[in-house]
Structure formats: C-alpha cells, structure tokens
T-cell receptor
C-alpha cells in the first residue's frame, strides 16, 4: 500500500504565476488535509476535504487559494497569482476517517519557492 | 490565536537519558492529542496519541501524559537514542474534524 504521494516535490514559480500542488491519498482514505509550514514555524492547518466536499477551510486564505478533492483523481491545492510570502512547504495528509482517533498519514511535502 | 503551544523551540538531551517534551493547549473541546515526529525534508509521522478521557498512554519507549485541569500534555522518551533527534509536533484534534499543530520542538540527542 503506497503512502501519500505529493507532486511535485519542488516547485519554483515567479510572482503572479499559478501553483498547482497535487496529493494522492493512501488507498482507502477519503479524508484529505492540507497544511502549510513556513520557515521556522509549525504546521498550519489550511483545509480539510472529503471526496467532492470541502469540510473545513477555516485555515485557507480567502483570496488566491482554493482546494478540491474530486471523485476521481488527486486532491489539488491551487494558488493563483503567487507572491513571495507563499514560499513554504505544503504538506498533505490523509486518513480513513475524521478526528483524532484516526492517524493522519503525511506525504513528503511540496516545497514552493516564489521568485 | 495559537491553540496549541510548544514553548520550547529546542531541547538537548544526552543519549540514554529521558527526554520530556511539553505542550499546552487552550481549548477544552479537543478530544484527542497526538505527537508527530518530523525529519528534515520529510513529512511528519505519527508517534503516539491519547484520548481526552485518559491521562496516560504508553508505547514502548514513548509515554504521553495528559493533565486536563492544567491543559497540558507531555511526551516522555526513555531511554533517548540518537535516532530520536527530530522535530516533534504536538497536535490536538476536534471531534470529527481538523487537527491543530503546535510550533514544534527540535530535539537533539547527544552521544
């Protein structure tokens, strides 16, 4: 059973471009979470999705950021018109259920650098 | 609003001794508390968790203690080994919902 896959591992964008980060959850997991880690900081929750539904997006910036988890295919975190402050490591995690009694399995992360 | 706080950004412990990592939280609605371990350039990996109805959970060298009245939990690692050197994140989960992470504590085990 493959773990959580994220691609690309490294992404470089110029200011104003779009960044698309992909996450394939573990087989059988229908719950996906996105986190952002800024340099020298902890993991910040961004969004929690189930198949085709956004459950909690309270950590997502209101503008330029969006996330989806379609019925088929990976979850996508999309950042439009990137700015330097978006440079960070973005981690995706998946679980078979919701809540703390279900372990979240993390992917290796995508490191976004905005020039 | 930092709901989960790890006030020590770093900790250095001698190999073989006990490592104690601390975490404080503010919201009594959290129902599970978790510890994750992270190596550089990798995603966090789950270490151990505890339900809010318990005060202790043990798994091998790792023990987590929960003090609900003080809204405090701690992770004990004994004996500490060089491979334990990593960043440790404390986390708390809402019932059937998101998980909130602390800022992390970098643990260094010295030979």
């Amino acid at each position: 059973n493959a773990g959580v896959m994220q691609n690309p591992r490294h992404l470089v964008r110029r200011r104003g471009q779009e960044a698309r980060l992909r996450c394939s959850p573990m087989k059988g997991h229908s719950h996906v979470y996105w986190y952002r880690q800024l340099p020298e900081e902890g993991l910040k929750f961004m969004v929690y999705l189930q198949k085709e539904n956004i459950i909690d997006e309270s950590g997502m910036p209101k503008e330029r950021f969006s996330a989806e988890f379609p019925k088929e295919g990976p979850s996508i975190l999309r950042i439009q018109q990137v700015v330097r402050g978006d440079s960070a490591a973005y981690f995706c995690a998946s679980s078979p259920g919701a809540g703390g009694d279900y372990e979240q399995f993390f992917g290796p992360g995508t490191r976004l650098t905005v020039l | 609003d930092q709901q989960v706080k790890q006030n020590s950004p770093s900790l250095s412990v001698q190999e073989g001794r006990i490592s104690i990592l601390n975490c404080d939280y503010t919201n009594s609605m959290f129902d599970y508390f978790l510890w994750y371990k992270k190596y550089p350039a990798e995603g966090p990996t789950f270490l151990i968790s505890i339900s809010s109805i318990k005060d202790k959970n043990e798994d091998g060298r790792f023990t987590v203690f929960l003090n609900k009245s003080a809204k405090h939990l701690s992770l004990h690692i004994v004996p500490s080994q060089p491979g334990d050197s990593a960043v440790y994140f404390c986390a708390a989960s809402w019932p059937f919902g998101k998980v909130v992470f602390g800022q992390g504590t970098r643990l260094t085990i010295n030979p």
